[in-house]
């Protein structure tokens, strides 16, 4: 019976941790056993689902194992013929991908090219090589471009006007408030005349500050 620390590799019942067997006894034993079912578990593959299987492995001294269900080399020839379209495909599909961001860069390029262009002419250069038409449609454009600029020029000017009409009329309505105020009140000056040993109060209206 297998001892619970069995070179390290068995972990609980029934599982197997796979990794590198230290033991080299152990390995080639492990090597031996596992070679020979794998060859197995390849012929009967073939025979059960009438299929063409190989199988290849080579051990640590470089020795080689083999097994086949029909002539080795033509099945070698076979899938190096199969590897070859296959990544014959996928380097096809890859140029492909390649080709196609180089089309969407150039278009890109194109793009800016021509905004850049039309950009220049807004601004009144490289017209030497404008048609009339081209002309007459940079001509509408910046009258449009020059509409909206005023446009929101004026706006901008008109809640300019109505902050200021806001604050005089606030100082205004402040001030009207103040004169009112200077109005109603009235300050008493209370002054003692010797000659009559009488005590006058004088009503008098301040002035406004």
């Known amino acids: 019976m297998d001892s619970p620390t069995n070179h390290g590799r068995r972990m609980v019942k029934g599982k197997i ?16 056993k596992r070679r020979k079912g794998l060859m197995k578990k390849a012929h009967e593959l073939s025979v059960l689902c009438d299929t063409q299987v190989a199988a290849i492995v080579f051990s640590q001294k470089g020795k080689l194992y083999e097994y086949a269900s029909s002539d080795m080399k033509k099945m070698i020839e076979r899938c190096e013929l199969h590897r070859r ?44 090589t404008c048609s009339v038409e081209e002309l007459k449609e940079i001509t ?8 909206i600029v005023r446009s929101r020029k004026a706006k901008l000017n008109e809640d300019e006007v109505g902050k200021l009409k806001a604050e005089i009329a ?24 010797p000659r009559t040993y009488m005590h006058v109060f004088i009503l008098a209206r301040p002035t406004l500050i």
Do not use: P, W
Request: proline letters at 0%.
């Open 170 to 193: 606030g100082k205004r309505e402040l001030l009207n408030e103040r004169t009112r105020l200077h109005e109603m009140v009235y300050a008493y000056a209370y002054i003692y005349n």
């Open 140 to 147: 509408i454009q910046i009258e449009k471009s020059l509409t």
């Open 85 to 128: 379209e296959y990544f014959h495909e996928e380097r096809l599909q890859k140029e492909q991908q390649v080709q196609d961001l180089k089309d969407e860069i150039t278009i890109m390029v194109n793009s800016i090219e021509l905004l850049q262009r039309h950009c220049r002419r807004l601004m009144g250069e490289d017209l030497d």
């Open 17 to 32: 941790e796979i990794k590198r067997i230290e033991n080299l006894t152990s390995r080639q034993v492990t090597f031996s």
